[in-house]
């Protein structure tokens, strides 16, 4: 059974940073695609970023902004986010898939998904 924890959300400012966590057990991340979603009041759940071995992946909203890695030793996958700004409110959700995938954004390709953490930015 593999299961996915998310932690590490919570109100921050604008400008501000935070670190998403998602620890992992069933399953060795090392071997597998981890990534990052959210999902906005009213909003579909859009691709965040993404890490398959050393190849990171970024949405264009993100990029230059959010950092995305995993520890091993761990099993974890983290996110880093800084100079957050409001329309990065969302819930965060991790999610693992296989390795082979191509389309990193496809969310029909992760398997098992997170229960998902609330990041709340004012302005």
């Known amino acids: 059974q593999v299961q996915l924890v998310e932690s590490g959300g919570g109100l921050v400012q604008a400008g501000g940073s935070l670190r998403l966590s998602c620890a992992a057990s069933?399953?060795?991340?090392?071997?597998?695609?981890m990534g990052w979603f959210r999902q906005a009041p009213g909003k579909e759940r859009d691709f965040v970023a993404a890490?398959?071995?050393?190849?990171?992946y970024y949405a264009d909203s993100v990029k230059g902004r959010f950092t995305v890695s995993r520890d091993n030793a761990k099993n974890t996958v983290n996110l880093q986010m800084n100079s957050l700004k409001p329309e990065d409110t969302a819930v965060y959700y991790c999610?693992?898939?296989?390795?082979?995938?191509?389309?990193?954004?496809?969310?029909?390709?992760?398997?098992?998904w997170g229960q998902g953490t609330q990041v709340t930015v004012s302005s």
């Open positions: 999610a693992t898939a296989s390795s082979l995938i191509v389309q990193m954004r496809g969310q029909d390709l992760y398997d098992y």
């Open positions: 069933g399953r060795t991340i090392s071997r597998y695609t």
């Open positions: 890490i398959r071995w050393t190849d990171t």
